[in-house]
């Protein structure tokens, strides 16, 4: 396998590296930059555990060739902050609201509702549950996860 | 993880030189969604040696329209094609369709191209464009050639698309602005949920309130997707009754046994499509103008 | 008026889950890691003829391979199960080698290159089959497959007499399926050999960390003070980290030990359903004898257990099910026995509600059911039987005021009214006249809080007192996500009269704390939490007796409240927290206290299972509605109301999490989900296959919370974890029999089977 070259910009930082070819984005994340709050929990684009922002919008990073990744802007759950070192209002909205459990399932539900949020700054219930229906989560039963999105929403008007 | 060579042509014609070049050694890479869970897989593609990437080039990604046809490029991906007014306005059964599939990261970076090649017999978008009898594009060294969509298949996962041919664009010609569309999908759940089955009904009525046109595809019925003719002409120069409906259902059905045989899952599914036909007709009854 | 307890505290450990920071077990890194990688048996029964490691060694990047015959220890470990499978694979999640290499792409390539020569052997897929004469046997020390340790009876009164006392019989057949824990996380270990002595640790995702180190121990030979287990954040489990934990932990342990290299084992997601545990499939019949008016007079019930190719908690899931098979109900005559059977297939274990889930779903269908015979209603037939103060419970326990609190009856009215059951009940029959028809099912449990008769029940806590007034507290379970940490932490800081943001509260480490035995059977608040109190009561004892001295005062009329001590006598006598706490350290008391909770051995006779068989009990009832799509068979769970007894609720908010987890797990067994194997091999095999419930799948859901007093658990909390997930699946059966007017006695209700009655596969039909 030839190595190849990849230049991204992750969490305002950029990085230009060589890959392996059959590097996916998830491990690329994880080994390479050890950015490991991007989970992985099935490599099959089912769980969402592996969600990241690639270019605005959200996508598993286990269904993603690292190289494809070229010249993107990526944000994981460790770019995401609040302001004066303070937990994000979709972080803070979460711990309130009780919508963290394990906690597996956190960091790309946290991505996906900052994705829905950006787009859609005031989703109703149906459009909550769209916006995560790609993130599994087996603990919560989603309940208190809508109730946190709804929170973060007000909170980030 | 399978091993291989990454690729990344600088444009069309590169990737066409690079298809020519590797051939059946090559598999083209765009959203990934399907390509990535096959090449985790120890039997995944036999021979590969060079992934493809194509998934960079904003020029397959477009919708667009003229007097006559509507065209979108093979890398449009399924959140493009379930947001787009064009096809909101125009072919609303095909922007659903793509609403359907997976979830959020899904359709953000699966294409419609990927859906088609991929040849699953649940594909969402297939039977709609089956039903709009869509024509393909497919670009290559020696030329490009445009096919109806039914002509690729050969069974299950399996097109006779050629080794050195990248599909470009898909088209159809835009339906008359009475038509209505419909698609109606079962999954078990409903999100991150294979067709179970599925249908894609397109329909016309006359002044009369006859049925001028219709047009009928099922999803996991048979092993190669189609029209179903013979539903079709049931009720084609015919007021919608119930019976007929009904009627033009069971013939889906009885097609898809005349194909497939009665197997083990028949007995499910042949009540099912009827009642799937009979709603996605009746759908597209609702919403007519 | 409490400051903690009650309230909805945040939880304590969330912080560094959203930013991410939180490690999990595959999330660590050590110098000179090797990753590891498992070949499994290709076959469902077979004998090991040969493995040949020569190719996958000569792999530049392998660094070893080893199999059955490189375990320094014991091999074979609890319930039969090996570090590294030797003489013959009983089911396809047998592990016959573990190759070693410096990157996991080097490990899977290894992997392939190891070449197992197997003679393939009869197998048994089915209860059925298991038990046919005959049948080919699976293990030597378990004749006819039966897992005889798991054998339990409850015997009481007289069968004869209460058949003949009844108007009607009636016998009914249920079953269940394997159901996948399906945690977020796949299971991830981590070994390191120790840096300074003959030791070693293991990080990783597991939930029974004293039984993880005896395992290490014995698969190393080594004593169990050598072996020191780490619980990293765990991603989920529900019961399911636990045999596979052990068995990972063993392969990963003895690797680094052999090597002298950390070794790193993560899951993908196919290896965690091949090779983790199940809810047990449960086949359950009954013979009921019932009076017209709905009285039941004596029920025969036969619970048996598929237990897949080795067993490791039919014995204790088996226990719980002879107690509680003939459901919250006054039965004067009772005769039931439970027992498991080995076959060739993937394995049961523990799962979140350990047997109720499984019979529940069938006591509460035969209710319905002879309510639909007698033509009484749902709430009638329950309300003619079932347990209430004054009654006992089937082992004959004393339920009642002064005695085990019993609110069922009240709770279920309430239900009723709350969900309007019985008008829509009848409005929906009327309404029933197009293809989505609309159901309304009702069903009820009761549950034996912590371990009750199943073993001894013992936990300790740790509670010390820094200098600088933090405390660190330990204890002998572990967080799970459920928020064990934050209740622990709201307990502590209630009986402290400190500040929550003072505590510290590691993960448990089997060097720090003694053993606390497995966070099983919702025991983290009940039995966790009050080895918590008692440790937190006895440093409180001590802060007293410092003050008291420092005021000049006796300890008993002293109070702590929002950090102050005061006298209730002369409330000007007042002392800060932080000061008693540096008077403690220079005058040399101690601020720190090891404490120990049991409840004892139960008083229980099991060969009748008569007797103490819990310390307390549990209660619930759940409202399920449900749109069934007559002609798809899909099956939309649309409102869940669920209610439960919990004695003092310590975290309304945490409370509500369990429940709602809990009811769209069991919105999944009851219409979604299931392993599907065939001939052995799973058909199943990852995330897209095994469906659980998304967030457009969810039903509208509604909570009632009751409380009771409950002396037992601390403050008087009981447990929540378990019984908020054994009940929906249940209630919406009897909802799906309720729309559609058929009964389904096999779980999942999914498409086929609620359309044609029967679920299909390339095989045919199967019930």
């Known amino acids: 396998m030839k ?16 890959v392996n070819p059959n590097q996916r984005l998830v491990d690329f994340l994880r080994d390479e930059l050890n950015l490991t709050g ?114 973060a929403a007000k909170r980030l008007k | 993880m399978r091993e291989f060579n990454y690729l990344n042509p600088a444009s069309i014609t590169e990737t066409l030189e690079f298809l ?93 191209g990927g859906n088609i090649l991929n040849a699953s017999p649940a594909a969402d978008t297939v039977p709609v464009l089956v039903a709009l009898d869509a024509v393909l594009t497919f670009k290559s060294l020696t030329g490009e050639r445009e096919v109806p969509i039914t002509d690729i298949y050969v069974k299950p996962y399996k097109t006779n698309v050629r080794p050195d041919e990248l599909l470009t664009e898909v088209a159809f010609k835009r339906l008359s602005p009475t038509a209505t569309s419909a698609f109606i999908k079962l999954g078990r759940r409903n999100a991150l949920a294979i067709s179970r089955m599925n249908v894609a009904v397109i329909l016309d009525t006359d002044a009369n309130g006859n049925i001028s046109e219709l047009r009928i595809a099922a999803g996991s019925t048979t092993p190669k997707p189609g029209r179903t003719r013979t539903a079709e002409a049931v009720l084609i120069g015919q007021q919608p009754t119930e019976e007929l409906i009904n009627e033009a259902a069971k013939k889906v059905s009885e097609e898809m046994i005349a194909i497939t045989g009665y197997r083990w899952s028949t007995e499910y599914k042949e009540p099912v499509i009827e009642a799937l036909v009979r709603r996605a007709i009746c759908k597209a009854l609702e919403v007519r103008p | 008026m409490y400051k ?24 660590l890194k050590f110098d000179n890691m090797l990753y590891a990688k498992t070949v499994y048996s290709e076959h469902p029964h077979a004998v090991i003829k040969k493995i040949d490691i020569s190719a996958a060694l000569a792999i530049k990047g392998v660094v070893a391979v080893f199999t059955e015959a490189d375990v320094p220890g014991t091999n074979e470990l609890f319930g039969g199960f090996h570090v590294l499978t030797g003489d013959k694979v009983r089911f396809i999640g047998d592990a016959v080698a573990l190759v070693l290499a410096k990157d996991v792409a080097t490990a899977e390539k290894a992997r392939k290159a190891v070449k197992v020569e197997y003679e393939p052997l009869p197998a048994v897929f089915t209860i059925e089959d298991a038990m046919a004469p005959e049948a080919p046997q699976i293990h030597a020390f378990a004749p006819g497959n039966i897992v005889d340790n798991s054998r339990y009876h409850l015997i009481k009164g007289d069968m004869e007499a209460g058949f003949k006392a009844a108007d009607r019989i009636f016998e009914r057949e249920y079953e269940t399926q394997f159901v996948e824990h399906a945690y977020i996380e796949p299971e991830a270990m981590v070994a390191v050999p120790g840096f300074f002595d003959k030791s070693i640790t293991v990080y990783g995702s597991l939930q029974s960390p004293f039984a993880v180190r005896g395992s290490v121990a ?40 052999l090597t002298g290299h950390p070794v790193k084992l993560v899951l993908t997601r196919e290896e965690s359903i091949l090779e983790s545990s199940k809810r047990h499939p449960y086949r359950i019949r009954f013979k009921v004898g019932v009076k017209e008016d709905g009285t039941i007079t004596a029920m025969e019930s036969e619970v048996v257990a598929k237990g897949g190719g080795y067993n490791n908690k039919a014995q204790f899931t088996n226990w719980r099910a002879s107690i509680h098979a003939t459901g919250p109900y006054r039965v004067p005559n009772i005769r039931t026995e439970v027992y498991g059977v080995y076959t060739n297939t993937v394995y049961g274990g523990a799962m979140r509600g350990f047997s109720s889930p499984q019979t529940i779903f069938a006591v509460e269908s035969l209710m319905d059911e002879l309510a639909d015979e007698l033509k009484l209603d749902p709430v009638e037939i329950r309300m003619r039987n079932v347990l209430g103060p004054g009654d006992e419970t089937p082992s004959s326990q004393a339920l009642g005021p002064g005695k085990i609190p019993a609110p069922l009856p009240q709770m279920i009215e309430e239900l009723i009214r709350e969900t309007d059951f019985l008008n829509k009940r009848a409005e929906y029959a009327k309404v029933n006249a197009g293809s989505i028809k609309r159901g309304i099912g009702l069903a009820v449990s009761f549950r034996g809080a912590g371990l009750g008769g199943e073993g001894l029940d013992a936990t300790g806590a740790i509670v010390s007192v820094q200098a600088d007034g933090s405390v660190t507290i330990l204890g002998g379970l572990t967080e799970n996500g459920q928020g064990m940490k934050t209740t622990h932490c709201q307990i502590v800081a209630e009986v402290l009269g400190i500040s929550i943001d003072r505590i510290i509260y590691p993960n448990i480490d089997t060097m720090t704390v003694p053993d606390g035995g497995p966070t099983v059977a919702s025991r983290g608040t009940l039995v966790g939490g009050k080895a918590m109190a008692l440790a937190a009561g006895e440093v409180r004892d001590r802060m007293l007796q410092v003050a008291a001295e420092m005021l000049k005062c006796m300890p008993t009329e002293l109070e702590i409240r929002d950090e102050k001590i005061f006298s209730t006598v002369n ?44 310390p307390t009990y549990v209660w619930g009832a759940v409202v399920a509605e449900v749109e069934v799509d007559t002609e798809t068979g899909k099956v939309a769970v649309t409102k869940v109301t669920s209610s439960h007894d919990v004695g003092t609720l310590i975290n309304p908010k945490g409370a509500k999490g369990q429940i709602y987890g809990g009811i769209v797990m069991g919105q999944g067994m009851g219409v979604l989900e299931e392993i599907e194997e065939e001939d052995g091999l799973l058909e199943t095999n990852n995330l897209d296959e095994y469906l659980i419930p998304t967030a457009m799948d969810i039903p509208e859901m509604d909570i009632v919370i009751v409380e009771t007093d409950d002396t037992f658990g601390p403050f008087g909390a009981k447990s929540l974890g378990e019984p908020a997930t054994e009940i929906p699946a249940a209630a919406i059966a009897n909802a ?32």
Request: charged fraction near 20%; include cysteine.
């Open chain 3, 218 to 257: 014995d698969a190393l030979s080594w004593n169990l003070s050598q072996v020191r287990v780490i619980q990293t954040v765990i991603g989920g489990t529900f019961g399911g980290k636990d045999e596979i934990a052990m068995v990972l932990a063993t392969r990963v342990a003895v690797a680094a030990v």
């Open chain 3, 571 to 614: 409330p000007e006598l007042a002392v800060q927290y932080t000061d008693v706490v540096k008077k403690a350290k220079d005058i040399g008391i101690m601020l720190a206290s090891l404490s120990w909770f049991s409840p004892g051995l139960s008083n229980l006779d099991h060969k009748t299972g008569q007797g103490d068989a819990f």
């Open chain 2, 20 to 112: 020519h070049t590797y051939g059946e050694k090559a598999k083209v890479l765009a959203g990934g969604t399907d390509l990535l869970i096959e090449l985790r897989k120890d039997e995944g593609p036999a021979g590969l040696e060079v992934v493809l990437n194509i998934a960079h080039f904003s020029e397959l990604q477009y919708i667009k329209a003229d007097d006559e046809w509507i065209r979108i490029g093979s890398g449009t991906t399924h959140a493009q094609l379930a947001t787009s007014e064009l096809l909101l306005e125009n072919i609303r059964a095909l922007a659903h369709a793509a609403r359907t599939v997976g979830s959020p990261q899904i359709r953000n970076r699966g294409t419609v």
């Open chain 1, 38 to 151: 991007t989970k992985e929990g099935c490599g099959v684009g089912e769980c969402g555990a592996c969600t990241v922002i690639m270019n605005g919008r959200i996508v598993n990073s286990c269904l993603v060739l690292a190289a494809q990744a070229e010249g993107a802007v990526i944000t994981t759950i460790e770019g995401v902050k609040g302001s004066e070192g303070e937990l994000h209002p979709i972080q803070q909205a979460f711990i309130e609201k009780g919508a963290v459990q394990c906690g597996y399932c956190t960091p790309g539900m946290v991505l996906s509702t900052k994705a829905l949020l950006d787009k859609n700054p005031a989703p109703n219930v149906e459009e909550i549950k769209e916006g995560i229906s790609g993130n599994l989560c087996r603990c919560t039963g989603y309940q208190q996860i809508i109730e946190a999105v709804q929170e």
């Open chain 3, 4 to 27: 903690y307890i009650r309230q909805a505290v945040p939880k304590v450990d969330v912080a560094e889950k959203v930013t991410g920071a939180a490690k999990y077990a595959g999330d």
């Open chain 3, 736 to 767: 799906v029999a309720h729309a559609t007017g058929r009964r389904i006695r096999h779980l999942p209700l999914n498409l086929e089977r609620v359309l044609l009655g029967h679920k299909l596969t390339r095989k045919g039909a199967k019930p």
């Open chain 1, 3 to 18: 190595k190849t070259m990849l230049n991204l910009t992750v969490n305002d930082k950029k990085y230009t590296v060589e």
